[in-house]
């Protein structure tokens, strides 16, 4: 899935049950947030460039924002059982989406 996060803005914070993803950066730069699934204090946040990517294990909450001028683009590769958008769970989301 090709995903576009443009200047200043952010994806939910989120969790998937069923599947894990892999997110390249084809352009800009991603500031990635993952929390552990069990200790949710556990916080890795770390900066991806293009032509890096990251992996985001099932079960643990993530974000994705773009703290740069340009626009992110990354490709995203989710794999697992269920790869349905009803695998979403949120937890906070600046668009007021819900689950």
């Known amino acids: 899935k090709k995903i576009i996060v443009h200047s200043g803005h952010r ?3 989120q969790s998937h049950q069923h599947r894990s993803e892999h997110w390249v950066v084809v ?3 991603a500031s990635v ?3 552990a699934e069990k200790d949710r204090h556990l916080e890795e ?4 460039e293009a032509n890096e990517s990251c992996f985001i294990p099932q079960g643990h ?3 994705l924002a773009n703290k740069e001028k340009e626009s992110l683009v990354i490709i995203e590769v989710q794999s697992g059982s269920y ?3 009803d695998d979403i769970v949120r937890y906070e989301d600046d668009y007021a989406r819900s689950a």
């Open 33 to 35: 947030e993952i929390k």
């Open 83 to 85: 790869t349905g958008e």
């Open 27 to 29: 352009s800009g730069r």
């Open 61 to 63: 909450l993530h974000r």
């Open 11 to 13: 994806l939910s914070l």
């Open 45 to 48: 946040i770390m900066t991806v």
